[in-house]
Structure formats: structure tokens, C-alpha cells
């Protein structure tokens, strides 16, 4: 297990926040786990994936772990299915290509969205219509507390838009090891997502060329389309999108349609990945809060300092590389304030403010 102490977080989180670190442990196999339970961690602590999620509002005086174990292995397929065990270390993105290179359908939409395996699982990441939540089948945890192993089921994760249940109740008590993917055999391509700039991910593959589509064709679409509303991580400090779309009552969005005539909103019936809302809620919508931000209110490529919304995309917060995270933590309260004084909803944040 390597042992770093007062380090810079600045490589180690996508805002390029240079905050400092008491202590950063690598945990490169299975033994260094046992290793783990008999050091006293002290202050709080923290799992760290590649940071492409978290704010650094300051020094962390605590201890970050960071997992590196990045196997893929295969467990068990049937005619239909084949399932994969994925070390949390995985980086995402190499997870989405090895799917598709085997021609494995389930998570290539979600291709080149930054972060490691466990992380994605923390953070039920989603996009262009398809979710972790969807195929995760299940994990594998190490309990902090007693040294041991946890298998979590995908129910046992309690995901939901944004959200796991290590996000919240379970928040650094486990550190999770490894992610049970469930891939289909005989990918069906998934391209109904549609927004105002891009028309849907099927137009995209259209303009691109003549089906059948393979999974190869729907990356090289979802990559354009993201090439054209994401910044340049090697230019900008980034976390993707910082807030998450709020969910409104219908009643809300009229008043909000109101202020912005053409805003785009998604039903809630249609958000599986908020399926523990939909027995309750089918009167609420999740409204397009980059729409609103930019075309109710003008704040798209707004900057205060070194933090601003990017000019392209006004849901993605962006850092010029400088910004301290005391600066960024202000930007972002300042948007949701304003945020609320112009459509009275809350924007919460998506990244972790730690
Ligand atoms: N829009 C604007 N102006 C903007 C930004 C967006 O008019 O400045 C419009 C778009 O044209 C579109 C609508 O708002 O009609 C929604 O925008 P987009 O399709 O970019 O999706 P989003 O709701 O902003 C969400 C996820 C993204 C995910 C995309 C695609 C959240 C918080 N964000 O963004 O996830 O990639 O959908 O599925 O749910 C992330 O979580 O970090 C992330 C990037």
C-alpha cells in the first residue's frame, strides 16, 4: 500500500482544485485491505475515485483512499447475457470500450464520461438514456468498521437519479471494490434521447450513416455530441454537469414555462432512474435547469473570477485552473441563489462539496 502525506489533491480532481491532503493511501491489492484495518485512519476520511466529481471546498485533513485494482473479468454468460466483474479501479470509459469492443450492449452511451468504476456505482451515472443503475447487477464492499466484505445487491444500492445509498447513509463506511455488470448479447441501440441542440441521438446517427447501427456507430455519435457541449478537460478544471435538473410539480413547470416558453422538461415516468420517486410522484417533471440557466436567465459562459458556466453548456460549472475552492463553492451558491430568485426552485448540487 503506498503511503503519500501533505499532497496536492490538483491532480486528483477534475476542478484542479489545489487543495492538500494529510494523508493518501493507494490501495493496489486485496492485502493492503488487512493492512488497512490495522492503521488508525484518524479524521474523516474519503474514497477517492479520479476526483471528477468532488469539490474541495479546502485542505482535506483527513485521509483519502484511492483504489488502483483494475481487472475486468468475465463471471458467467448465458444465450442472452454475459456478466462482468469490473475492479472499482477500472476507469470508466475503458469499461465502455471493452463492452463494445466484445459487442456487449448496455453502457455505450455512457461512453467517455470521465471517472473509475466504483465511483460511477456511487454516483448512479447516467446519460443519453441509458443508467449504471440499469445493469448494475450488484457489488462488492469492504466494511471500514469490521475488515469485512459486503456483497450489496443492485436493490441493495438504493440508486436513484444522481444517487446511491454511498452516497448518503452508507457515505465512507464502505469502500467498494468491484462492480457486477450485466451486458446483453444482442444489443438493441438506444437512441431516443433528444435535446434542442442536437435533435435525438438517432438523428445524430443518421447524419453519420445508414443503419444497422452498431455499438461502435452509437459512440462515435454520443462522442460528437458531447465533443460540442463539454469543455476540454486538458483546458478547463471541469466536473460535468455541477447541479442536477430539479424535479418540479407540473404546477411549477407552467409558472416556469412562463419565464422560459420552450424549456425543455422530461416526464417522470419516462426517468427510470428515479423509480423510488415514480410510485409517489408521476405529477413531477425533471426540467432541463442548463435551458434555463441559459436561455431564461443568460448565464451561459458567465464568469465571476476563475470559476464560470461554460460557454457551450451552462449546467457544466468550469475552473480556468486557478480557482481556489473556496472560490468555486461561492460561484456555485451565487447560480443556485440566483437560480432560485428567477424560477423559485432549488438547483442542488450533483458534485460532492467536501
Ligand atoms: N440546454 C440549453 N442550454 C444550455 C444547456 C442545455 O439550451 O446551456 C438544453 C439542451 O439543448 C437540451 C436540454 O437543455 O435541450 C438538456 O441538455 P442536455 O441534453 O445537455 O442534458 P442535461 O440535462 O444538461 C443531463 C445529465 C448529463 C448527461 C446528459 C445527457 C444531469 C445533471 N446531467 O444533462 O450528465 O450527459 O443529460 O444524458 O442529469 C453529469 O451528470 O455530469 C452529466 C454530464
Known sequence: ????????????????????????????????????????????????????????????????????????????????????????????????????????????NMTSIPGLVGAAAVGNIAAYGQNISDVCVGLTAYEFETGRFKNFSSQECGFSYRESIFKNELNDKYLILSVIVRFNKNPEINSEYWSKKHGSVGDVLKDNGKPPYTLRNVVDAIIKIRRSKFPDMNEFGTAGSFFKNPLVSKGELESIRKLVPNVQYYPVEALHYVDNLLSVDSDFVKIAAGDILDNGMGYKGKWSGNVGLYKNHALVLVTNGEATGEEVDEFAKKVSEDFYKFCSVNLEREVVTI
Open 1 to 108: 500500500m503506498k503511503h503519500l502525506s501533505n499532497i496536492s489533491l490538483k491532480d486528483h480532481n477534475t476542478l484542479k482544485i489545489n487543495a492538500s491532503c494529510s494523508n493518501f493511501y493507494v490501495i493496489e491489492n486485496k492485502n493492503d485491505l488487512s493492512e488497512m484495518i490495522k492503521i488508525n485512519l484518524g479524521g474523516s476520511r474519503h474514497v477517492l475515485g479520479a476526483g471528477a466529481n468532488v469539490l474541495f471546498k479546502s485542505d482535506f485533513k483527513g485521509t483519502i483512499l484511492q483504489i488502483v485494482m483494475n481487472k475486468i473479468s468475465v463471471l458467467k454468460e448465458s444465450t442472452k447475457h454475459v456478466e462482468v466483474e469490473a475492479d472499482a479501479g477500472v476507469v470508466w470509459n475503458d469499461l465502455v470500450e471493452w463492452s463494445v469492443n466484445n459487442n456487449l450492449g448496455g453502457i455505450e
